[in-house]
């Protein structure tokens, strides 16, 4: 485990140090996400399949609730 101090500026930012970058491939323009349990901040690069079970997941519930037959009734109204 590597541990850097950094400073975050007036606006809120940080820069991360070029070890960190270089080791994780992250480029200018790359999205991460960050997440906050209590007093923690995470921040994870974001690859095409993060969030492929999340898709999947998400289209099955969104076909369920766009499918329903009771809806249905407002196609006559």
Do not use: C, Y
């Amino acid at each position: 485990m590597e541990i850097k101090v950094i400073k975050v500026t007036d606006k809120g930012q940080i820069s991360l140090p070029i070890g960190f970058r270089d080791s994780l491939n992250i480029k200018q323009g790359d999205d991460l996400i960050v997440t906050k349990n209590k007093d923690i901040l995470i921040l994870k690069k974001i690859n095409n399949d993060d969030f492929s079970d999340l898709l999947k997941h998400s289209e099955k519930v969104a076909n369920k609730l766009w499918n329903n037959k009771e809806d249905e009734v407002w196609n006559n109204v």
